[in-house]
């Protein structure tokens, strides 16, 4: 019975590696004053011209912070060890508390959370081999694998909040770096376009500490989490690191970055992030309802259409 238990969750592990759920609480928690005052509270050091660019950035962090509720689709296409994966995903999702509910019908997948409820794991349901419904943990091995994100960072809360604080390491240089590009429409909406590109992108070695994982040094150094994992080959990496090693790290968060921010919601509706290779991961939100209330039964497992 173990056996066939293990099997099942091997298999599942190779089904559920194709899906994504996007958008890391590993980032530091800077509060919206602080990115304020590294991004736009320099009027020595950058030009007025940039000056509109950051208000651009500080208003979607406001914007970000008044949503409640969401509904949206999203289309994700993410680089992983076996060459590019791609994903279509309907997200039902509540901030505070976090519920969330998401189905991927093209992989057959659904993904249930609660916070608080049931010790914190997430129902997940393949409606493929191995069929049965699972308890997980959604930092856990199986979830996370061949993942950018969690399920725990879905939303914007998290997207806007990356790309401030990965703008704000640079400081006095974002002026440089940080390119508006007008209006256009994107994904049926009209959008700012907003530009990062930083051609001093690189690597340099980094020391592992003493119990330190992929994901807190990422964390610590505000760097994108599942590009240590393909830079140093450590996919499958989610415990303690060997204390003394060495690992590469990037110098910024990517060497490019294009967003659009939706000019009517000011949320990122589409977000592509480019590292020394290429693309290294896109996120684009289409159909987006903001802050309609969610009935409580719709995070409830026997809501009328879910399968678990």
């Known amino acids: 019975m173990l056996g066939n238990l293990l099997s099942s969750c091997i298999m599942f592990k190779f089904i559920f590696s194709?899906?994504?759920?996007?958008?890391?609480?590993?980032?530091?928690?800077?509060?919206?004053?602080?990115?304020?005052?590294?991004?736009?509270?320099?009027?020595?050091e950058v030009s007025h011209e940039h000056f509109k660019d950051f208000k651009l950035i500080t208003d979607m962090l406001d914007s970000a912070k008044k949503v409640t509720f969401l509904r949206y689709g999203m289309k994700s296409v993410e680089r992983i060890e076996s060459g590019y994966s791609t994903a279509t995903t309907t997200v039902k999702l509540q901030v505070h508390p976090r519920k969330s509910y998401l189905v991927n019908t093209q992989n057959k997948l659904e993904v249930l959370y609660n916070e608080g409820e049931s010790n914190n794991k997430a129902l997940v349901k393949p409606h493929v081999f191995p069929y049965f419904t699972m308890s997980l943990d959604p930092r856990g091995n199986l979830m996370r694998k061949n993942q950018h994100f969690t399920i725990l960072d879905i939303g914007f809360d998290f997207t806007a909040r990356t790309i401030a604080i990965a703008l704000s390491k640079e400081k006095e240089q974002i002026a440089k770096h940080l390119t508006y590009a007008g209006k256009v429409e994107k994904n049926k909406m009209t959008c700012h376009l907003l530009v990062y590109e930083n051609l001093e992108f690189a690597y340099r070695d980094y020391t592992v500490q003493h119990k330190e994982?992929?994901?807190?040094?990422?964390?610590?150094l505000t760097v994108n989490d599942y590009m240590l994992r393909c830079k140093n080959k450590l996919y499958d990496d989610y415990g303690y690191l060997k204390e003394g090693s060495v690992i590469k790290i990037p110098t910024f968060y990517c060497k490019k970055a294009v967003f659009y921010v939706d000019e009517k919601t000011m949320l990122p509706v589409s977000v592509s992030i480019y590292d020394e290779i290429g693309l290294f991961e896109s996120y684009d939100f289409y159909d987006l309802e903001v802050n309609r209330p969610i009935p409580a039964s719709e995070f409830k497992k026997d809501f009328k259409g879910y399968g678990f």
Request: proline letters at 6%.
């Open 213 to 220: 994982t992929v994901s807190s040094i990422a964390g610590k």
């Open 18 to 44: 194709i899906i994504l759920f996007c958008s890391l609480n590993l980032f530091p928690q800077l509060s919206k004053k602080q990115i304020k005052r590294q991004l736009g509270d320099r009027p020595k």
